[in-house]
């Protein structure tokens, strides 16, 4: 396994409750692991959205931040490097993805249409219905078999694209959205010619192509593993190449622009360009800086430089891979085959006890927690399946997965250990974890403000 490219320079200490405390941390939390306080928390997999830890060049760079209100230094060094990066004229900057998510669907998308991905993430699914339309789902064939290694289960079904923007529904389709990797599907990449296939479907019918980029560095680096033709290519001009198929993009830049906060749209279109710019002035601020502060740009400057380089993206993928080893040969098997960000846990096969209406990833989730401190997120039946006004199952989800989502540069060999022996405690005993009942929830995105209660 490669060494790490870079070395520790400042540490922050974390928390070790015992077995009560965090049983009684997780109910007052409403057995809803979003709602505990991070400092009840050992190893934190919630998330790998602006949780990584930056570097001393990016600190360095934040103390020359520029604060002016409008056209300040630190914007045009942010517009510089995304503007080379992308290859797009119009460069928006917003403080986080979903911002830029609302401006561009409420821009682009009217009432009724239809937006199309390989798969929608749950903020970019809420988005889209909230700008009136519909967001559809075609992921590909192989995505369904969790245990395949095919390279790239994170394609569209393109034969399912053809076939929708030729149908009925054909006129309705206002924009296709590509996620890069494929975030609800196991972290699986796209193929650069599931890409193009996409480009030529979408220019044949007059209909928008935008990337969903979050992670744009890491499905460079998966083409440039598995894809014939790539394996002599940069993560930077592979990931090039990728936005110059596309009309535009969005990208949360909390993932691979390696800070806390931060995104951008960018754009080709100067019409399109000059309609989302309105609507960023009048809800995220001055379009030099959308909502962040100067040294929030300089930060991220740095960090989409810092995140193609080959040394840092080959250590990261296989620290993740080492641990998915560790883990399955704990017992507990994980969508195949590993990508880079998260690792996707089988809740549903550890847990046959349990129905989809227990909720066994969610299940499985605060079991990491009560026996290991250990938070991460449930994606079944609690967060994809369908519920009657009682908060019963109606529908549930096609599969009941627990990710465990790996932030940058935080955590050690050590702590990964930490998870995989957890779990391997966990895979001796599974019969002895119950499940749970919802006693309130929101009316949208449920997972994150649920509060639910065992089950005897």
């Known amino acids: 396994?490669?060494?790490?490219?870079?070395?520790?320079?400042?540490?922050?200490?974390?928390?070790?409750?015992?077995?009560?405390?965090?049983?009684?941390?997780?109910?007052?939390a409403g057995y809803n692991p979003f709602n505990l306080r991070a400092d009840q928390i050992t190893v934190d997999l919630l998330s790998d959205s602006g949780t990584g830890a930056t570097s001393a060049a990016q600190e360095g760079a934040a103390a020359v931040g520029d604060e002016s209100y409008a056209g300040a230094r630190s914007w045009f060094r942010f517009l510089d490097e995304v503007a080379a990066l992308t290859?797009?004229?119009?460069?928006?900057?917003?403080?986080q993805g979903r911002a830029g998510e609302r401006i561009l669907f409420g821009?682009?998308?009217?009432?009724?249409?239809?937006?199309?991905?390989n798969t929608h993430f749950d903020t970019t699914h809420a988005n889209v219905e909230l700008s009136g339309a519909e967001a559809r789902d075609l992921p590909c064939a192989e995505a369904a078999d969790l245990d395949s290694r095919e390279p790239f289960k994170g394609n569209i079904d393109?034969?399912?694209?053809?076939?929708?923007?030729?149908?009925?529904?054909?006129?309705?389709v206002g924009l296709v959205l590509m996620t890069i990797t494929n975030n609800g599907l196991g972290a699986q990449p796209v193929s650069m010619a599931n890409l193009r296939a996409v480009r030529a479907l979408c220019r044949e019918h007059g209909v928008p192509f935008f990337l969903d980029a979050a992670r744009f560095a890491e499905n460079a680096w998966l083409v440039r593993e598995r894809e014939p033709g790539y394996a002599g290519r940069t993560p930077r001009e592979i990931a090039r190449e990728a936005f110059d198929l596309a009309d535009g993009c969005v990208i949360s830049l909390k993932k691979d622009g390696l800070a806390s906060i931060g995104g951008c749209i960018g754009l080709r279109d100067d019409d399109l360009h000059a309609r989302c710019e309105a609507n960023l002035i009048a809800t995220e601020g001055f379009s030099t800086y959308g909502g962040l502060a100067g040294h929030d740009l300089e930060r991220l400057a740095v960090g989409v430089r810092e995140v193609v380089d080959p040394a840092y993206l080959g250590a990261r993928a296989a620290a993740t891979a080492n641990l998915a080893r560790m883990i399955t040969d704990a017992g507990v098997e994980i969508v195949q085959p590993a990508g880079i960000h998260a690792l996707y846990l089988n809740a549903g096969r550890l847990l046959p006890h349990l129905s989809a209406a227990e909720f066994p990833g969610h299940s499985l989730g605060c079991q990491l927690y009560l026996d290991g401190g250990i938070r991460c997120a449930e994606l079944g039946s609690l967060y994809l399946g369908t519920m009657d006004e009682q908060h019963r199952l109606v529908t549930p989800a096609p599969f009941e997965l627990v990710r465990l989502a790996i932030p940058r540069r935080v955590y050690t060999q050590e702590?990964?250990?930490?998870?995989?022996?957890?779990?391997?405690?966990?895979?001796k005993?599974?019969?002895?974890?119950?499940?749970?009942?919802?006693?309130?929830?929101?009316p949208i995105l449920r997972h994150f403000k649920v509060r639910l209660a065992p089950l005897p």
Do not use: N, W
């Not at 290859?87 to 403080?95: A, C, K």
């Not at 821009?107 to 991905?117: A, D, E, F, N, W």
């Open 1 to 28: 396994m490669p060494l790490p490219p870079y070395r520790i320079k400042v540490v922050e200490p974390i928390a070790f409750l015992s077995a009560e405390e965090r049983a009684a941390a997780l109910g007052a």
């Open 87 to 95: 290859g797009y004229p119009h460069v928006l900057p917003v403080h």
């Open 107 to 117: 821009t682009l998308l009217r009432p009724g249409q239809i937006c199309v991905s």
């Open 158 to 172: 393109v034969a399912a694209l053809a076939a929708l923007l030729a149908g009925p529904d054909g006129e309705r």
């Open 415 to 427: 702590h990964f250990e930490y998870v995989a022996e957890t779990l391997a405690a966990i895979a």
């Open 429 to 442: 005993d599974p019969e002895r974890i119950t499940g749970y009942r919802i006693v309130s929830t929101p």
